[in-house]
């Protein structure tokens, strides 16, 4: 990936993940805020309805003791306390008295519990109502929710119980008012809130039941859960209710508990989620747009920034590649005085002063060069010379002697004079072939044959050293291009060279294998190794640990080499022999 697309992907990564973070974080804040503030309107609903239900209780019990305490009232009381009362003239009287306060339920029970007269029930004439003469001081009792019959189902009621005793005998009065869609009409909702209100009438939930303020509640079954969870634990619940079209709603509800503790009713406050889920979608649609505009920020700004550093830096890395070729006048141009600019000016002054140092190195390499071939040729030509001298005084001094004499002298001496002209020739010809190496001819080669034919052809000198020979050639090794009669003289050299550090016998190894599309050669021996030292100059012309020799012959090996487009290097350790590898590919400059 270039890094104009990693300043890319890193700018628009960073725009996204912060406003990706951002809306998370928002969102967040928003739902707690949210759900602290539905808390917070439930509380206060739930408050509100505590005090709506306390104000209507003391409100029936208010219009209940003032039925009691009336004049009608103290006047049926005093003719029921009479020894066997007719109660029947008095059937329907329960019935004006609750119009006349605004009851919507009221009975008069005598002192047994018997009911004298309903009004919203009149045939339950003449009977009990155990529960109403218990020894309960009912003017200290506030309203209580109760379960009444009515004669074609069960209403809750939020009922008073007073009494009228003008004489021996009390009057029960019961009266209460209706706890349904009147009541729940009555609280003031804040938006997006509804209030429910569940008769616990029944043994099973029942949709019936389920009250509204307005109109009947659509999908009361899905709230069946939540009523019942309270019916089970008898103590507040809340629950998330998903309506069919995907509208979301937050119940609150609280169980409302009779006289005797028994539970009679459920109230619910519900809180739409729509409002939030609105505010949600909103803050994704604003980091959606956000993102979308920040990552077209991104690539402006990354396609500024590369202007600003990638061409620059692309400039420099062109400039390193042709000073990596060769071309040490590589320039780049400086238009900013920025740290790319600095950079850029310290990249001339670079290569001006590696152009300075390569030229004083190439001097003084030349210099050494010449120094080392004198020195080297000097040697070489010194050992051949010094016989050839002694020869010529021989015949200087043979000459004064008798001609038989000089006869057998002269002969010597041309044998002699003619041994060193032929070493003379021998080392003025391996100086010159090494001068002038020839390009390889390159074809088509089988390198497990020409590493056989080397090796075959030290047969007689390898029995004599005593040494084994051993052939590890890859069979599945593809052809290359390279040239045989090259290749074969480096790999003659390195086969000498391998025998002349074994003395004393060893065992020479020659392995063929394919390697990175190519093939590796590798020359092993177990002779004496090498020292760090000798391996940093084991292949620069004329070096030689030899007693006798050029010090050529791998430095020959390496130009070969390096002229089919391959690597030479030596691993060894003293004591532990040397390990010679080639790597030649399977086609030079391919």
């Given at each position: ?23 998370i974080a928002i969102s967040i ?355 051949p010379l010094f016989p050839m ?202």
């Amino acid at each position: 990936m270039s890094f104009r697309a990693k300043l890319l992907a890193l700018f628009s990564a960073a725009v996204a993940a912060s406003v990706a973070l951002a809306a998370i974080a928002i969102s967040i804040t928003a739902r707690r805020a949210f759900e602290r503030l539905d808390e917070d309107r439930v509380a206060a609903l739930v408050a509100q309805f505590r005090r709506e239900f306390e104000r209507r209780g003391q409100e029936v019990a208010r219009r209940v003791e003032g039925i009691a305490e009336a004049d009608s009232t103290l006047r049926l009381a005093i003719e029921l306390s009479r020894p066997d009362p007719d109660y029947s003239p008095h059937v329907y009287q329960a019935r004006e008295l609750a119009a006349a306060h605004a009851l919507d339920f009221l009975e008069l029970a005598a002192h047994d519990g018997t009911i004298v007269s309903s009004a919203h029930w009149p045939a339950r004439f003449g009977y009990r109502n155990d529960w109403v003469v218990r020894p309960i001081d009912w003017k200290a009792q506030s309203a209580f929710l109760r379960k009444e019959e009515l004669a074609e189902q069960t209403a809750l009621a939020l009922v008073a119980v007073r009494v009228s005793r003008p004489g021996d005998r009390p009057l029960y009065v019961m009266g209460g008012q209706r706890l349904g869609r009147e009541f729940l009409a009555s609280l003031v909702l804040p938006a997006g809130m509804r209030a429910l209100l569940y008769a616990n009438l029944a043994r099973d939930f029942s949709p019936d039941s389920l009250t509204g303020a307005s109109q009947p509640v659509e999908g009361a079954e899905k709230l069946a859960p939540l009523v019942g969870q309270v019916r089970r634990e008898r103590r507040e619940a809340s629950r998330r209710i998903l309506w069919s079209g995907g509208a979301a709603e937050t119940f609150h509800a609280i169980p409302l508990a009779g006289r005797d503790n028994d539970l009679l009713a459920v109230f619910l406050v519900g809180s739409s989620r729509r409002e939030l889920e609105a505010l949600l979608g909103f803050i994704r649609r604003v980091g959606a747009v956000v993102g979308g505009a920040g990552i077209l920020l991104g690539v402006v700004l990354s396609y500024w920034a590369a202007a600003r550093v990638t061409r620059p830096v692309a400039r420099l890395a062109a400039g390193a590649r042709q000073v990596a070729d060769g071309d040490w006048e590589a320039r780049v141009e400086v238009g900013s005085r920025d740290e790319i600019g600095e950079l850029g000016r310290a990249f001339n002054r670079m290569t001006g002063q590696l152009r300075e140092q390569r030229e004083r190195l190439l001097q003084a390499e030349r210099v050494a060069a010449w120094r080392e071939l004198a020195r080297r040729l000097a040697h070489e030509l010194k050992n051949p010379l010094f016989p050839m001298q002694i020869t010529v005084e021989n015949l200087q001094r043979a000459r004064e002697q008798p001609a038989a004499q000089f006869e057998e002298v002269f002969r010597e001496s041309t044998a002699t004079l003619l041994a060193g002209l032929a070493s003379l020739k021998a080392i003025v010809g391996r100086f010159s072939d090494f001068a002038r190496m020839p390009k390889p001819e390159m074809q088509e080669v089988d390198l497990n044959q020409i590493a056989g034919e080397a090796l075959k052809l030290f047969e007689a000198q390898i029995g004599a050293a005593g040494v084994t020979a051993r052939l590890e050639l890859d069979e599945k090794l593809e052809r290359i291009q390279a040239d045989p009669e090259q290749l074969r003289r480096a790999l003659q050299n390195l086969a000498l060279n391998a025998l002349d550090a074994m003395p004393s016998g060893g065992a020479l190894t020659i392995r063929t294998r394919s390697h990175n599309g190519g093939a590796r050669l590798e020359v092993s021996d177990t002779g004496a190794g090498l020292t760090p030292e000798e391996r940093e100059r084991l292949f620069t012309p004329y070096y030689t640990s030899k007693q006798h020799g050029t010090g050529l012959g791998l430095a020959i090996v390496q130009s070969v080499v390096s002229d089919h487009g391959g690597k030479i290097w030596v691993e060894s350790e003293p004591g532990r022999g040397a390990t010679f590898h080639i790597d030649l590919p399977a086609r030079p400059g391919g």
